[in-house]
């Protein structure tokens, strides 16, 4: 009887050891960004690689950018891009999440200018996230937002060598089907939003694989040469 209470008591206690040793046992929760000057069009990387727990592996990284409290990113990568679509000092914030459920955030500031224009890229395939099977078409949505007084806007638009773009919505603007250009010849003013919409055909022979889009939004005054920045890869299946 003495030493079944024994070996009772013996295991309780290491059961709370073992409790306060997890308990103490909290994870690490790092991360850096780069570049470290960025402007609403800097894709900006957040790499939580350094965040760590004694309990066993991160399982859980949870990103918020906006500095509400909500976490609008949750993934198990470590790795992440993020387009500030706002001006300011930013309060960033990342919660990880170990093997043994135990959580720890760190937070961090960064400062993002504005831009003369704010510019993004999405891409709309028949089959999420972003696949088309070759021989049909995607569309692509660019939206380009005026801060700045602008004169001789152009956006030119690069897709893979013999696939076919043609336009949807130009916002106003010549468009250059050889060379895939918009062009604004009139003052775009502060507040314009342009939206151009197009539509990329994929010839029936491309091989199954990933493919990017590239592209230059510039201006003659003020003069500018700006990357379009968001979806750029299209795979094709």
Do not use: C
Request: net charge negative; no cysteine.
């Amino acid at each position: 009887m003495k030493r079944h209470l024994l070996v009772t008591v013996v295991g309780y206690l290491g059961l709370l050891y073992g409790a306060l040793m997890h308990g103490e046992a909290a994870p690490l929760a790092e991360f850096v960004f780069s570049p470290a000057e960025v402007d609403v069009n800097t894709e900006v990387t957040f790499d939580a690689g350094a965040s760590r727990s004694e309990a066993g592996r991160i399982m859980r990284y949870e990103w918020d950018f906006n500095g509400d409290g909500q976490y609008e990113e949750s993934l198990e990568e470590s790795k992440i891009v993020h387009l500030f679509d706002e001006s300011g000092s930013w309060n960033v914030t990342l919660r990880v999440t170990d093997q043994a459920g135990q959580q720890m955030t760190v937070s961090k500031t960064i400062f993002v200018r504005t831009a003369v224009v704010m510019v993004r890229r999405v891409i709309s395939g028949p089959i999420a996230p972003n696949r088309v099977p070759a021989g049909s078409a995607f569309q692509v949505t660019v939206t380009i937002k005026i801060n700045q007084t602008v004169n001789g806007l152009g956006l030119d638009e690069d897709v893979p060598q013999g696939w076919r773009v043609s336009s949807a919505e130009g916002a106003g603007a010549v468009f250059k089907s050889s060379e895939a250009q918009w062009l604004w010849f009139q003052t775009l003013n502060p507040g314009d939003t342009l939206k151009v919409v197009y539509s990329v055909t994929v010839p029936s022979g491309t091989s199954a694989g990933a493919f990017e889009l590239a592209g230059i939004v510039s201006s003659f005054s003020p003069r500018f040469e700006i990357s379009v920045p968001g979806d750029r890869e299209v795979r094709v299946i």
